[in-house]
């Protein structure tokens, strides 16, 4: 059973572009929900993180927008570089917990 | 500072040999976590301590697996006798409790291919 979905697995963008990238969960216990981007043979570095207090958190090129009543969230990246070609997990947790349940992950592409 | 260190940072072994990774977390986090990356689960947590205890091993997949942190520096992650479909990338990461500006950091991982 699989409580945090990001269900494309890929997404190809244009540097200079918006990089939209989308998760739903089903678990309406979680209350925490973060970013984390991982390039190959290394592993998953934190980017960004959002409180279910909140609909928005900004950082920079990086925009997470959560809707609660949606089960949904999506980390937008404006604009789009090539550096930023990765693999993006999304990830939540339940109050008081310490666990984290990830996304199977998405990778970007960010063409020059 | 070092980030989590991991190794080997590959392993190639026979079926039905011991396999045994290790994970040395930043200095100062009081949490560290395992995890499994395979092509059809994702990212799994496996099992998870605070203050060198074990708080939760339910992802654990079998009694094959075992993992101990005998002090805040070292832990280790054991598979005993190894199976092909273990082949995996383990990953560690470590931590203060989740929530505000906190989140948890990853080593680089082991590659893990069981012949």
């Known amino acids: 059973d699989q409580q945090v979905k990001q269900n494309s697995p890929s997404l190809s963008v244009q540097e200079g572009r918006i990089s939209i990238l989308n998760c739903d969960y089903t678990n309406s216990m979680f209350d925490y929900f973060l970013w984390y981007k991982k390039y190959p043979a290394e592993g998953p570095t934190f980017l960004i993180s959002?409180?279910?207090?909140?609909d928005k958190n900004e950082d920079g090129r990086f925009t997470v927008f959560l809707n609660k009543s949606a089960k949904h969230l999506s980390l937008h990246i404006v604009p789009s570089q090539p550096g930023d070609s990765a693999v993006y997990f999304c990830a939540a947790s339940r109050h008081g917990s310490e666990k984290l349940v990830f996304g199977k992950g998405m990778k970007l592409t960010v063409n020059p | 500072d070092a980030g989590v260190i991991q190794s080997p940072r590959h392993e190639v072994t026979e079926m039905g040999q011991e396999v045994t990774l290790r994970c040395k977390p930043i200095?100062?986090?009081?949490?560290l976590f395992w995890y499994r990356q395979t092509m059809m689960r994702g990212l799994e947590l496996l099992i998870y301590f605070n203050n060198n205890v074990p708080i939760d091993d339910s992802g654990m997949p079998e009694d094959r697996f075992s993992a101990k942190m005998p002090n805040a520096s070292f832990s280790t992650l054991k598979i005993q006798p190894s199976e092909p479909r273990d082949s995996a990338v383990y990953f560690c990461a470590s931590g203060h409790r989740v929530g505000g500006n906190q989140p948890q950091h990853f080593g680089d991982g082991t590659r893990l291919s069981i012949l």
């Open positions: 959002i409180s279910s207090i909140k």
């Open positions: 200095s100062g986090h009081d949490y």
